[in-house]
């Protein structure tokens, strides 16, 4: 689960124009969570179309340590015989999350109010990463922690004997933080509040609902989202079939639009109202982009979208919509390095706490690359219709989405560019050039010459 490794350079250059239809692989939110409650509801579960990631791996990894049976089908598909709620065994090793912020937060969630001991430990990315904004609603449910100084990786935590249902504002748009609260809740008597004064990506409450939680959503007199999970249900087996990870798809679908002459579907997109954000800001600066087959599965609306090459105008990014967007800046940034006019994105301060600090990589990187832009602490500016951009060597600080979002600008760039090391995208997206490649991408793991 590590990238200590010695990091591999991966180069993308201007090819053909991208055409064909292609499935992004499924959503990482969604996966993440479906080897959760499988794990903590009575039965069997199945999951169709898993993203098969690391991050994803080693939640199911975590979740055999406490008991549960997860098995790859022959058919692809993965079984989960959970092992029910408030049964949870005691890991005998240390729990290791690679990169997976959202694994070892929700865990965290589940783990603080079962009474048992875990240790968690990451890669050199993780463990700079703040885990206390997880870790103090958790205290205060009656969890012991023990962690590095600024509740850093690695951490122990020993769960509650009786975790104690609390009501909590989550201080930051954060679904991870939101998420491992009600986790916790799940395993404490009575009601636990979760108040959300800016929403975010609400996969936790519709999953929750699905495999028979007694949960509620509604809002104040505010307009704050008050979630109300009703504590130690019986969590029922579900059957999953997980659509494509719409954070995954904004690289072909922002690679789409700049490369001169692109036609492309992808199908089966995740279109959660709360992670549409960047398809919306693309259509808004001028993107053609159509949504067909629109459809429900398991609770959520998808779609398939078709994408032509457009010619891009920069905009104003309301800083509202960041929270559902937030992991699609940094190919955002490249789109904006090809629309006309100066593209503003205000509201990125989480961009600092993520795999990197991603709103200073992606400035570095777009500097690398002739791009002009601007960084203050919470918001970028880009300067798009450069006559020649690229050419550099980006340094992706252990960042999948930092790595990817890169590459597509050397889809389209005048000079290639590489990235200092392609081995993170596997992080998140383990097919990454070999669909790109389907579709007429180029790659070399040999920096080029022009970089």
């Given at each position: ?18 055409t ?12 993440h ?12 579960t199945?999951?169709?179309g ?15 340590a406490?008991?549960?049976?997860i ?33 070892v ?7 603080g ?10 890669d ?31 951490a ?17 748009p ?13 395993n404490?008597?009575g ?12 996969h ?6 699905g ?5 509620s ?20 087996p ?30 089966n ?7 549409t ?6 259509i ?43 992991d ?19 509201g ?9 600090d ?43 989405r ?10 389209a760039?005048?000079?290639a ?9 596997a ?14 991408a180029?790659?070399?793991?040999k ?5």
């Open positions: 689960m590590s990238h200590d490794t010695a990091p591999t350079p991966l180069t993308a250059s201007k090819g053909s124009p991208l064909g239809t292609i499935r992004v692989p499924g959503d990482k939110s969604i996966s969570r479906s080897m959760m409650f499988g794990a903590l509801a009575v039965g069997r199945t999951v169709k898993l993203l098969e990631s690391e991050d994803v791996l080693a939640t199911a990894d975590a979740m055999r406490v008991g549960a049976t098995i790859k089908q022959d058919d692809g598909s993965y079984t989960v015989d959970g092992i029910g709620l408030g049964s949870l065994l005691e890991p005998e090793g240390v729990i290791d999350f690679g990169n997976a912020g959202t694994g937060r929700l865990t965290m969630g589940i783990f109010s079962h009474n048992i001991a875990a240790t968690f430990v990451g050199a990315s993780l463990s700079k990463r703040p885990m206390g904004r997880v870790l103090d609603p958790l205290r205060e449910m009656g969890t012991n922690v023990i962690a590095r100084d600024g509740d850093r990786l690695p122990s935590i020993r769960g509650a004997e009786t975790a104690l249902p609390i009501t909590y504002r989550v201080p930051m954060s679904a991870q933080v939101k998420s491992a609260v009600l986790l916790a809740g799940l404490a008597p009601e636990t509040t979760v108040i959300e004064p800016i929403p975010t990506r609400d936790t409450e519709k999953m929750l609902k495999f028979g939680a007694e949960i959503v509604t809002l104040n007199e505010n307009g704050e989202r008050v979630i109300k999970l009703t504590g130690q249900p019986e969590l029922k579900q059957d999953i079939d997980v659509p494509g990870d719409p954070s995954s798809a904004g690289f072909p679908l922002v690679a789409a639009l700049i490369v001169p002459g692109s036609d492309i579907t992808i199908e997109v995740l279109l959660n109202e709360h992670r954000g960047l398809i919306t800001t693309l808004e600066m001028g993107g053609d982009i159509e949504i067909v087959n629109r459809r429900e599965t398991g609770g959520e609306d998808v779609g398939d979208l078709r994408v032509k090459a457009s010619q891009l105008k920069g905009i104003t990014v309301p800083a509202d919509r960041a929270p559902s967007m937030i699609e800046y940094p190919v955002l940034a490249i789109a904006a390095a090809f629309a006309s006019g100066e593209t503003f994105m205000p990125l301060d989480e961009l600092r706490v993520k795999e990197s991603r709103l200073a990589a992606v400035a570095r990187g777009l500097e690398a690359n002739g791009i002009p832009c601007l960084e203050t602490e919470d918001t970028l500016t880009v300067t798009g219709g450069a006559n020649t951009i690229g050419g550099g060597t980006v340094t992706t600080h252990l960042d999948h930092i790595a990817m979002a890169f590459l597509v600008l050397g889809m760039s005048d000079k560019v590489t990235v200092d090391d392609g081995a993170v995208i992080t998140s997206f383990p097919t990454f050039t070999s669909l790109f490649e389907t579709l007429g180029k790659f070399s793991e920096a080029s010459e022009a970089a």
